[in-house]
Structure formats: C-alpha cells, structure tokens
C-alpha cells in the first residue's frame, strides 16, 4: 500500500465512506463502501466502459507501457462521479501489476527492527530502476522452512515508478477527488476472494488487455506474473473469423460464451486456442511454483470480466484438474436486495475495486 498522506490516513478510518477505484486498461470500475455494525455495505457502484483498446491498441484508457491518459482519465471519473452522485470524494485507486515490480525475498528470521536495516540492502539488487526513481513498499509475506531446517522470513517486495505515481495524483486531482492510497490490484484481490484462507491458491484475473496470475498461500501473495493473451484476444479471433466488427464480436462472446451448439459451437473452436494459451500460462506459473516453494496448489480462482466468459469454469477444470472458483466478491460485504439478480455479473468485474474499498474496515 503506497499511502500518499500517512497521517491523514490514521485519523481518516473512522470516516464514513470511501471510494474503491479500479482502473483498467478498458474500463473504470467505482464503488461507495462504508461501515454499519460489523460488516462494510455498498452504497453506490458504477462502471464505464471504452471499447476503443478493441478497435485499436494504443486506444487504451492504460496500457502495459506504463502510459495512462491522464486528462481523458480524470474527465471519465466527474462523469462517472456525477452520474453516481457519491457522498464521499476520499478514494482509495488501484495501481495495475505491470506497472510494478514485485518480487519475494528470504531473509533469515529476525526482528522488525533489524529486519528494516537489512531489506534495503537486498532490495537493491533486485529492482531494475535506481531505488531513487522508485517509491518501495514490502509486505512480511510469511515464514517457511528451508532443506536444512532453518526458518526463512519471506518479503513481498513492492516497487513503483515515482512518475507512475505522479500520473495517478495528477488524474485524481484533475477530477476532484482525494486520492489517499495507491494499492497493487493483486493485494487488493486478495483481500476480497481470499483474506486469511490458507489454501495454496492460483487466483487468475483476466482482464481486457492481460490476465494476472498470482500464487497465493497462507493469505500472503507470494508470486505474480503477467500474461498478454487476455480477453480481447478472444474477441479479436471472433471479429476476425466471422469477418464480423469488434463491437459485434464482443456481444457475441459475451452472449454465447465459450462452448455449445450450432453458431456458439463456431464461436468456441475461434476463441479455445487463445483461452488454452492462457491456460497453458497458468500451468507454467503453477509448476514453476510448486517446483520452486515445495508446495502444491491446491484450486484456482477466476476474476475480471474474463471469468464470466460462459462454459470457462468447465473448460478449466477439464484442463487443468484443480477445483476451479469464480471469485465471489460480494461475499464479504453487504449489499441492497435489488441487486442481487446482478451480483454473478458483477462479483468479478468489480473485485478489485471491492478489494480497495473494504480496506479500512476489515
């Protein structure tokens, strides 16, 4: 957690509401959370949309290369404000995985305070920009036993660009709001779908233009990688198949989904080996992890608008034979009656930006 105001924020918990702002490479996701008796509540939830990054690649709200169009950003959050009507204009924003650099170090067990003299010295060694151009953040992120039984401190290590940070500062004052906090998505994630659940888990969030994988175990993120194939390249192969336009091939994917009969059978055999190369990607991360940390995975948990492709939960199961979850963000909070028709549409696109704004109250 990059905190931009640190003793704001200590005085600031006991506020009423905060603003959970996920912004992605396609769309804005926002929700209003507070706190009545033990269990943070909804108020408010909306999302925009941009279906420019189908139609052309660099037309993105955010892209991989660290660029985010910061005026364009700022003028789709006071819509989205406006249109929302929210009572609190305190946000706590998400910062996308491949803006950062994040890595899991081993130190031998000790105390805090010699734990912080030591980790600046190993962090060097393992961030590709000067640690003068890098705002560091590391998490304790667990213990575990070695070959010869000696006890090993394991450090989530956390680097973002400073003018990464800068750009996200500049878009929230343009729009009005207070930017309190900056979280990688990945902890925000894990903070809605698994919290302290020990379960060695694979927690898979296919975005529009990538799909994150992240190790998790013992409620700690311990590994996170990044994959292009997502699902716009879904998208793509249907536009490009049927010869149809990308917006149509969108609705058609959402519509259809991933297998079934007639036209939907067509759509599947366009669309399956772009979803196997990003389940080929999540085996590898989880090999590679179970090779390297001796530990078995023991499900996987699907989030971002990619998990709500019809048929996916099947289809990887089938693949990789592992329990597979569809996240269920929602489960942790209270939410209005009326809208529960929605919530299987909802659970997975708006997990991150749940992530965020649950922060203060659990």
Same mark, same amino acid.
């Given at each position: 957690?990059?905190?931009?105001?640190?003793?704001?924020?200590?005085?600031?918990?006991?506020?009423?509401?905060?603003?959970?702002?996920?912004?992605?490479?396609?769309?804005?996701?926002?929700?209003?959370?507070?706190?009545?008796?033990?269990?943070?509540? @909804? #108020?408010? %939830?909306?999302?925009?949309?941009?279906?420019?990054? /189908?139609?052309?690649?660099?037309?993105? $709200?955010? *892209?991989? !290369?660290?660029?985010?169009?910061?005026?364009?950003?700022?003028?789709?959050?006071?819509?989205?404000?406006?249109?929302?009507?929210?009572?609190?204009?305190?946000?706590?924003?998400?910062?996308?995985?491949?803006?950062?650099?994040?890595?899991?170090?081993?130190?031998?067990?000790?105390?805090?305070?010699?734990?912080?003299?030591?980790?600046?010295?190993?962090?060097?060694?393992?961030?590709?920009?000067?640690?003068?151009?890098?705002?560091?953040?590391?998490?304790?992120?667990?213990?575990?036993?070695?070959?010869?039984?000696?006890?090993?401190?394991?450090?989530?290590?956390?680097?973002?660009?400073?003018?990464? @940070? #800068?750009? %996200?500062?500049?878009?929230?004052?343009?729009?009005? /709001?207070?930017?309190?906090?900056?979280? $990688?998505? *990945?902890? !925000?994630?894990?903070?809605?779908?698994?919290?302290?659940?020990?379960?060695?888990?694979?927690?898979?969030?296919?975005?529009?233009?990538?799909?994150?994988?992240?190790?998790?175990?013992?409620?700690?993120?311990?590994?996170?990688?990044?994959?292009?194939?997502?699902?716009?390249?879904?998208?793509?192969?249907?536009?490009?198949?049927?010869?149809?336009?990308?917006?149509?091939?969108?609705?058609?994917?959402?519509?259809?989904?991933?297998?079934?009969?007639?036209?939907?059978?067509?759509?599947?055999?366009?669309?399956?080996?772009?979803?196997?190369?990003?389940?080929?990607?999540?085996?590898?991360?989880?090999?590679?992890?179970?090779?390297?940390?001796?530990?078995?995975?023991?499900?996987?948990?699907?989030?971002?608008?990619?998990?709500?492709?019809?048929?996916?939960?099947?289809?990887?199961?089938?693949?990789?034979?592992?329990?597979?979850?569809?996240?269920?963000?929602?489960?942790?909070?209270?939410?209005?009656?009326?809208?529960?028709?929605?919530?299987?549409?909802?659970?997975?696109?708006?997990?991150?930006?749940?992530?965020?704004?649950?922060?203060?109250?659990?």
């Amino acid at each position: 957690m990059f905190n931009l105001n640190l003793d704001f924020l200590k005085s600031f918990v006991g506020s009423r509401s905060y603003l959970g702002v996920d912004i992605g490479t396609a769309s804005i996701k926002m929700v209003e959370i507070s706190k009545r008796g033990s269990q943070p509540e @909804i #108020k408010n %939830y909306g999302i925009l949309e941009s279906y420019g990054h /189908l139609e052309r690649a660099n037309n993105a $709200i955010q *892209t991989s !290369s660290l660029k985010i169009a910061e005026k364009e950003t700022a003028e789709f959050l006071k819509f989205l404000i406006n249109k929302m009507q929210t009572k609190s204009l305190d946000v706590i924003a998400s910062i996308p995985a491949f803006s950062a650099f994040i890595t899991l170090l081993e130190i031998p067990e000790m105390s805090e305070i010699d734990a912080a003299k030591v980790i600046p010295f190993q962090i060097r060694q393992h961030i590709p920009l000067p640690t003068s151009e890098v705002a560091i953040e590391w998490i304790n992120a667990g213990k575990k036993e070695d070959k010869k039984g000696f006890v090993k401190q394991e450090i989530l290590v956390i680097s973002v660009p400073n003018e990464q @940070i #800068k750009r %996200y500062k500049s878009i929230f004052k343009l729009a009005g /709001l207070k930017l309190r906090a900056l979280e $990688i998505e *990945t902890l !925000s994630l894990v903070r809605a779908l698994i919290s302290n659940d020990p379960t060695p888990t694979l927690l898979v969030d296919i975005g529009a233009r990538s799909t994150n994988i992240a190790a998790i175990e013992g409620g700690f993120l311990k590994y996170n990688y990044q994959s292009d194939f997502a699902g716009s390249s879904l998208t793509q192969a249907i536009s490009n198949g049927l010869n149809i336009n990308i917006r149509r091939a969108e609705e058609l994917k959402k519509q259809k989904g991933l297998l079934g009969l007639g036209g939907a059978y067509e759509l599947s055999t366009l669309t399956i080996p772009f979803l196997d190369a990003i389940i080929s990607e999540v085996r590898r991360v989880k090999d590679n992890y179970e090779n390297n940390q001796k530990s078995k995975i023991e499900r996987i948990i699907l989030t971002g608008g990619g998990a709500n492709l019809l048929g996916i939960e099947d289809y990887f199961e089938k693949q990789i034979e592992l329990p597979i979850i569809i996240g269920n963000s929602f489960s942790k909070i209270k939410y209005p009656a009326k809208i529960d028709p929605f919530i299987k549409d909802l659970n997975s696109s708006f997990s991150v930006a749940i992530g965020l704004g649950i922060r203060e109250f659990i």
